[in-house]
């Protein structure tokens, strides 16, 4: 079973490395989205988003798991992901098998807001 720290993140977001799943050079990345790309998976830990890639075979298809900073996720977001209207921070076997795919979710603004802010994503 995965372990799930979407509720418990306390972590500083602008100092922390993310982990994304993506494809291509450096000069072309293609980032991995769900649910026609209106979710962003990001992953908090680089275990975490290798077991994600592994369950989905994303390796079969060419994808990559990529560390990136914060501006580099905020790039993400407001550039090719601008269409993503949810973050899946650290997504686990339950959201990806679950009935709904939303419910484990944050809000796009609100997730690059608690980027933004500094503060603990329970505060």
Known sequence: MFYQRTCEWKGSPLRSPWWLI????????????LDGGSILPVFSGEDEAEMYHWFERADEDGWEVRR???EE???????PCSSAGAVALDPSLEIIVGPST???????????GWMASGRNLVS
């Open 22 to 33: 993506t494809k291509g050079e450096t000069s072309n990345i293609e980032v991995f989205t």
């Open 68 to 70: 990136s900073s914060s």
């Open 73 to 79: 996720l905020r790039s993400v977001l407001y550039g």
């Open 102 to 112: 939303w419910q484990m979710n944050l809000d796009r603004r609100r997730f690059l």
